[in-house]
């Protein structure tokens, strides 16, 4: 029996040329009849993929910011967590200092983590939401199975004797683009199995502003600690401003004394050309 063209021949199985087509890879979809079922079967079975957030607002004295936010940082590295971001700034000027850590633990260490952070100052906010990802992990899946399935029947069809060169480079064309979505699939089923498999929590540290009430030494300490920033920012904008002056001046110095020097000569040259007033007589 004679081959069919090669746009035939690829979705054929390793079966044979006439005795049974393997399904093209379609993409999945929630449209698609099969994931339908896979999504019926995930929902009889209770099996959900959820990924959960927290956010953490914690207060702390402000000496005591930065050893707090350095204890959890380290705290993370005792249990099944790790670090994605972490950052610390300084007071500046106005600006009180402030930390934020991100990472991400297993469920099982999440009530730990809880626990420690509330030792290192007051929790101000707590917030948690939770996404579905079910869908989402469902539809990859089937992709990645539908792909690479049609992956290795395109690498089993490259090793046919029958085929000719016009096939092996329409098939070698056509698995270069199912293995470039195959990685790109896997790629997207390792990030939902961060997400899903632990647990996103961020994590702001803050200090609370002086209020009204404070003492008279503290009142007068805060009164001094602003005045020398205002002292800093003046002194750096007089710097500024005179280091903008400096190109003028080269310029404009050198003209005023030529200017001056012009001045006397003219104003000299014309008291000597000026008529000498008349003899009186008595």
Same mark, same amino acid.
């Given at each position: 029996?004679?081959?069919?063209?090669?746009?035939?021949?690829?979705?054929?199985?390793?079966?044979?040329?006439?005795?049974?087509?393997?399904?093209?890879?379609?993409?999945?979809?929630?449209?698609?009849?099969?994931?339908?079922?896979?999504?019926?079967? !995930?929902?009889?079975?209770?099996?959900?993929?959820?990924?959960?957030?927290?956010?953490?607002?914690?207060? *702390?004295?402000?000496?005591?910011?930065?050893?707090?936010?350095?204890?959890?940082? *380290?705290?993370?590295?005792?249990?099944?967590?790790?670090?994605?971001?972490?950052?610390?700034?300084?007071?500046?000027?106005?600006?009180?200092?402030?930390?934020?850590?991100?990472?991400?633990?297993?469920?099982?260490?999440?009530?730990? &983590?809880?626990?420690?952070?509330?030792?290192?100052?007051?929790?101000?906010?707590?917030?948690?939401?939770?996404?579905?990802?079910?869908?989402?992990?469902?539809?990859?899946?089937?992709?990645?199975?539908?792909?690479?399935?049609?992956?290795?029947?395109?690498?089993?069809? &490259?090793?046919?004797?029958?085929?000719?060169?016009?096939?092996?480079?329409?098939?070698?064309?056509?698995?270069?683009?199912?293995?470039?979505?195959?990685?790109?699939?896997?790629?997207?089923?390792?990030?939902?199995?961060?997400?899903?498999?632990?647990?996103?929590?961020?994590?702001? !540290?803050?200090?609370?502003?002086?209020?009204?009430?404070?003492?008279?030494?503290?009142?007068?300490?805060?009164?001094?600690?602003?005045?020398?920033?205002?002292?800093?920012?003046?002194?750096?904008?007089?710097?500024?401003?005179?280091?903008?002056?400096?190109?003028? &001046?080269?310029?404009?110095?050198?003209?005023?004394?030529? !200017?001056?020097?012009?001045?006397?000569?003219?104003?000299?040259?014309?008291?000597?050309? *000026?008529?000498?007033?008349?003899?009186?007589?008595?």
């Amino acid at each position: 029996m004679k081959c069919a063209p090669v746009a035939l021949f690829i979705a054929l199985t390793l079966t044979g040329c006439a005795k049974k087509v393997a399904p093209m890879y379609s993409g999945g979809g929630a449209g698609n009849p099969s994931m339908s079922m896979r999504l019926t079967a !995930f929902a009889d079975s209770g099996q959900r993929y959820i990924a959960e957030r927290h956010n953490l607002e914690i207060v *702390a004295p402000e000496t005591e910011l930065q050893k707090s936010w350095e204890s959890a940082v *380290a705290f993370c590295g005792t249990i099944r967590c790790g670090i994605v971001s972490s950052t610390i700034t300084a007071r500046t000027g106005d600006n009180l200092p402030s930390g934020t850590i991100k990472l991400r633990v297993i469920p099982e260490d999440l009530n730990k &983590l809880l626990a420690y952070l509330e030792k290192l100052g007051k929790v101000a906010q707590h917030t948690t939401d939770r996404e579905d990802k079910t869908i989402e992990v469902v539809d990859t899946e089937a992709k990645i199975k539908n792909l690479t399935t049609f992956r290795d029947n395109l690498r089993a069809m &490259l090793a046919r004797p029958s085929a000719t060169v016009k096939d092996l480079v329409e098939i070698q064309k056509q698995l270069t683009d199912t293995q470039s979505e195959l990685d790109s699939q896997t790629t997207l089923r390792k990030i939902l199995t961060n997400e899903t498999d632990k647990i996103a929590v961020e994590i702001s !540290f803050r200090v609370l502003r002086p209020s009204g009430n404070l003492g008279g030494f503290a009142l007068i300490w805060d009164a001094l600690r602003e005045s020398g920033s205002t002292l800093g920012d003046s002194t750096a904008s007089l710097i500024t401003t005179v280091v903008a002056i400096i190109p003028w &001046l080269i310029l404009i110095v050198p003209a005023v004394w030529l !200017f001056v020097k012009v001045w006397r000569k003219w104003k000299a040259r014309r008291s000597e050309n *000026a008529p000498s007033p008349p003899a009186t007589t008595n």
